[in-house]
């Protein structure tokens, strides 16, 4: 299928009710959620894909999934970067961005379930890994990468992970809030860390290759809110051929033939974050011709060779797609989660989120 134009309202819950369930069923019996069957799960995409699950409804599935996040934290807060069957799958580095992005999905699963007693439950681990993360952090903002098996800094920075950390420190900060336990230090690392995306350009990519030609250092400073709304559009458009196939969606790289639906999706978001509407709905519109009918979603067409490439239907692909039909439709009380930065002010009164209109699809 091709040509699935989204809009306010119009959340087509049967023809993502295959989506939701591709999810469900690839979560194993401790709440993991490899990237398909016999695959790896790693924090990051673990959580992606606990997202799709709230947005579908699966509450208890999703909570299992966070669970097995809290189950699993080490004592510095962190997560090895890969587990597979019940086992550390890599044990060669801990990265911050993968660490950071349980507050994030932590605080979504809340905007859509209000459920009080699984917040709590889950700030002490949030806690833990957010004081991990920004043990990483230089004087300069930006923060460190990864640490190695011995817990060494792997002193450099990417542009995308520390922009995803700047998005889950503002959900760590909510929620810090909303347990009633604010952490104003937080706020202040948030902000230094926001200043280096914007204007210390050489903080980041020091050690290696520019990561520049990678959409996701593109787009992301705008998906997550370090880009403001008043330049977030000119920072897209500047880039916009180099990255964008009309009719595919995003190329991952800038100088190969290969567009994934991952980044589509996150592009998507972003261009709402930016206020450019309909190129939003028109690049989610041609996602869908890489969707089975089993509700499965390759990763991405190589369209110089005419493939679909590689052959894997990832969890966290599938769950992108949710997120942002989310995000157009504004089906679930999380849906300006990627478009806004939302706040919560320390001594406001705790105000619960707006009533989601979500049920088990």
């Not at 990417?158 to 503002?170: D, Q, R």
């Not at 692909?317 to 806004?340: G, N, P, Q, S, V």
């Not at 939302?342 to 009533?355: H, Q, S, T």
């Amino acid at each position: 299928m091709s040509g699935l134009f989204l809009s306010k309202g119009l959340f087509p819950q049967e023809f993502f009710r295959p989506t939701v369930e591709f999810l469900v069923r690839a979560q194993q019996q401790d709440g993991s959620i490899p990237w398909f069957a016999g695959g790896h799960a790693d924090p990051w995409d673990h959580v992606e894909s606990a997202m799709g699950l709230s947005i579908g409804g699966e509450f208890e599935a999703a909570e299992n999934a966070y669970r097995w996040l809290k189950n699993t934290q080490l004592e510095d807060g962190s997560w090895w970067a890969a587990y597979r069957d019940g086992e550390v799958d890599n044990h060669e580095r801990r990265e911050t961005n993968f660490v950071a992005y349980i507050a994030t999905g932590v605080w979504h699963h809340f905007l859509i379930s209000e459920n009080q007693a699984f917040l709590r439950e889950m700030w002490p681990c949030v806690q833990g890994a957010i004081e991990f993360v920004l043990a990483q952090q230089s004087p300069h903002g930006e923060i460190n990468w990864a640490v190695n098996a011995d817990g060494e800094a792997m002193c450099d920075a990417l542009v995308t992970g520390c922009s995803s950390i700047y998005k889950s420190l503002e959900c760590a900060v909510n929620i810090s809030v909303q347990v009633g336990s604010p952490r104003p230090i937080w706020r202040d690392a948030r902000q230094a860390l926001g200043e280096a995306l914007r204007k210390k350009p050489e903080r980041f990519d020091r050690t290696w290759e520019s990561k520049s030609r990678y959409s996701m250092d593109w787009f992301y400073p705008v998906l997550t809110g370090a880009i403001p709304p008043a330049k977030a559009s000119a920072h897209l458009q500047k880039r916009w051929g180099d990255f964008v196939e009309p009719g595919l969606g995003c190329r991952c790289v800038s100088d190969e033939p290969w567009v994934t639906v991952a980044e589509s999706c996150e592009l998507t978001m972003a261009l709402l974050a930016a206020g450019d509407h309909a190129r939003a709905v028109t690049v989610y519109s041609w996602l869908h011709q890489w969707r089975e009918s089993n509700g499965e979603y390759w990763t991405g067409y190589q369209f110089a060779e005419d493939l679909l490439w590689p052959d894997e239907r990832p969890t966290w692909t599938a769950a992108a797609i949710l997120l942002a039909a989310d995000a157009l439709t504004e089906y679930t009380a999380a849906h300006r989660l990627f478009k806004e930065v939302c706040m919560l002010d320390v001594d406001a009164a705790k105000i619960l989120p707006e009533r989601s209109r979500a049920q088990s699809l």
